[in-house]
């Protein structure tokens, strides 16, 4: 008799429990609500991705830059000590690219200074670590130790790490491309040569170095777009030498690159700053979209001397894509003067230097005179001309 009591009671409870829920108001039952279905419903947009690329030039090793590197007790080379001051702008980079203008084409063939290069192995392990990813090999000097040569600094590139673009070891190599995923941007690498020095490409090698020529371009740039890129960036080898300002000719291929999609122009080759400019690019549909193009970023290591040759700049170039429309943008482009730094009367070794003008500039300033007075005025009247060429830096109004 107790057990049906005690049976009859829960059941009571349990049938006014179900009772309560099932006439629960709707506020309170935490079931879910045509508010909270539209909110489900509605499509979760992306966060936007910012990045920073930074940029050097051209990475020249004469044979003053690479007897300076000599240690002679231990017949290694060691190139690391140039790149001390300016390190930091690397360090927090996204991706980093430059140009190398010189050749890895081993120690066997001699290694040798202009006009036809062959530098230390050891210079590309150091560039790797200052912070160099990419670096770009189709240009004039690419073919100054031969095919062999070229395959060969190739092959030291990727021992050491380094990605790079526009030189090519097969055929099938060639016809691959350079892509990044840089934190979500997918990005697309291309690089270009006007020539070789009148080195020919070897019979039978045509695919070894990319050329200036417009239908191979838009057949790359064609080509990457099919695959999904947000962000296209070329590097041209053009322009003549020690000209701080483009010729029209540059002005026509930047035309072209900008109408055919490229977001990203980096020059080289001319050894001395040429201009910048972010514009506004209006695509045949109708579109538009951001473009930069610097057309020369002189050279970031070297051993000349001549006039405005030692002047360049470390670009940051900060982009965002939209998590909303996936549009990409160039907010700003900053840059940081350097000086290619030699104490040509000293005779002790690590002289060479990439000096960063400003932080040197405000130490003298500050009371560490240790670069000397006539040092310090040649500082000044550089970065007078680097800001004479490239103008204010480019930084977008609403950030």
Not at 227 to 256: P, S
Request: hydrophobic letters at 35%; proline letters at 2%; a negative charge.
């Amino acid at each position: 008799m107790k057990k049906f009591i005690v049976a009859t009671i829960i059941s009571i409870f349990i049938v006014f429990g179900v009772f309560e829920i099932i006439t629960m108001p709707k506020e309170d039952s935490g079931l879910i609500s045509e508010d909270n279905v539209a909110k489900i419903d509605e499509p979760i947009i992306p966060d936007d991705i910012t990045i920073h690329m930074t940029v050097g030039g051209d990475v020249l090793c004469h044979n003053t830059n690479f007897w300076d590197a000599y240690d002679a007790s231990t017949g290694t080379y060691d190139f690391s000590y140039s790149f001390e001051d300016i390190k930091k702008y690397f360090d927090n980079a996204d991706i980093a690219i430059g140009t190398l203008e010189t050749n890895f084409a081993g120690k066997s063939v001699g290694y040798s200074n202009y006009p036809l290069f062959n530098s230390p192995e050891a210079l590309a392990t150091d560039l790797r670590e200052l912070g160099f990813d990419i670096l770009a090999t189709g240009n004039n000097h690419c073919l100054d130790k031969g095919f062999s040569g070229m395959v060969s600094t190739l092959n030291e590139l990727d021992m050491a790490g380094i990605e790079h673009m526009g030189t090519y070891a097969t055929e099938e190599a060639s016809q691959q491309y350079l892509i990044k995923d840089v934190n979500g941007i997918k990005m697309a690498f291309l690089n270009y040569t006007y020539g070789t020095n009148g080195i020919p490409v070897p019979k039978g090698k045509e695919f070894a170095v990319n050329f200036i020529d417009k239908d191979k371009i838009k057949h790359d740039i064609d080509s990457v777009k099919e695959i999904g890129i947000d962000v296209i960036c070329v590097n041209m080898h053009w322009g003549e030498e020690y000209r701080l300002t483009q010729t029209k000719q540059q002005e026509e291929l930047a035309d072209f690159l900008f109408q055919n999609g490229v977001d990203l122009i980096l020059g080289s080759h001319t050894h001395c700053l040429e201009p910048m400019e972010k514009r506004t690019v209006v695509l045949e549909d109708g579109t538009e979209k951001d473009g930069f193009v610097i057309y020369s970023l002189g050279n970031f290591m070297s051993g000349q001397k001549a006039e405005n040759s030692r002047q360049s700049v470390i670009l940051d170039i900060q982009l965002t894509k939209s998590g909303e429309t996936g549009k990409i943008s160039i907010d700003q482009v900053k840059y940081t003067p350097t000086y290619m730094f030699n104490f040509y009367n000293s005779r002790q070794l690590k002289r060479f230097k990439v000096m960063d003008i400003e932080a040197e500039i405000e130490k003298y300033e500050a009371g560490d005179t240790s670069i000397g007075a006539s040092m310090y005025n040649t500082l000044k009247k550089e970065l007078e001309n680097v800001y004479k060429v490239l103008g204010d830096e480019i930084i977008t109004e609403d950030m």
